[in-house]
């Protein structure tokens, strides 16, 4: 069983959506960009981005509302590594859209700041996958729950922000 950002396009994994979370554009503590102030999509264009690789689903979201919004936008650099992302961000050498909780702990210690897109909000899911074949045991099942609980709780406290996809009490 495994979390991933979903759902999957392999018809050999089933998943189980759990949360979906909005996307933030991400800056430095430097940047202008204010959690108040929403960015319009098209206005996106206006800042060289840094980007997490494409099994993250960020990167073909972004790229399928930039072609429906016909908005150009520059893609300075493709990471598959959330950490180096925000490693570069926090330097100034652009600017990243992740999952509010893919950032919360930097920007809880001042090291990023981040803004909402708008005209069309962008998001992300989270599911729990296994392969189709797998005969899963009880133990499995039972990790299963605990995940939906764990992401309930954290929903609940706020500190994973987003839109609870399962009932943990059903």
């Given amino acids: 069983i495994a979390l991933l950002y979903g759902p999957s396009p392999d018809d050999r994994i089933i ?18 960009l204010c959690a108040d102030t929403p960015v319009n999509f098209k206005r996106l264009s206006r800042f060289p981005l ?3 690789g494409s099994r993250h689903g960020i990167m073909s979201t972004l790229e399928k509302n930039a072609y429906i919004t016909k908005t150009n936008i520059d893609i300075t650099l493709r990471i598959d590594s959330f950490e180096l992302t925000k490693q570069l961000v926090m330097s ?24 909402r897109i708008e005209n ?7 599911v729990t996958a296994a392969t189709a074949q797998c005969r899963v045991p009880r133990i499995i099942s039972r990790l299963d729950v605990l995940i939906q609980q764990e992401i309930s709780t954290l ?10 996809l399962v009932n943990p009490e059903a």
């Fill in 120 to 126: 069309p909000v962008l998001t992300c899911q989270v």
């Fill in 15 to 32: 998943d189980r959506g759990m949360v979906v979370e909005d996307l933030m554009l991400v800056g430095s503590s430097a940047s202008a």
């Fill in 155 to 164: 929903a609940a406290s706020g500190r994973w922000p987003g839109k609870l």
């Fill in 50 to 52: 840094i980007l997490p």
């Fill in 92 to 115: 100034g050498d652009g600017y990243t859209i992740l999952p509010h909780s893919a950032f919360i702990k930097e920007h809880e210690a001042g090291l990023l700041s981040y803004t």
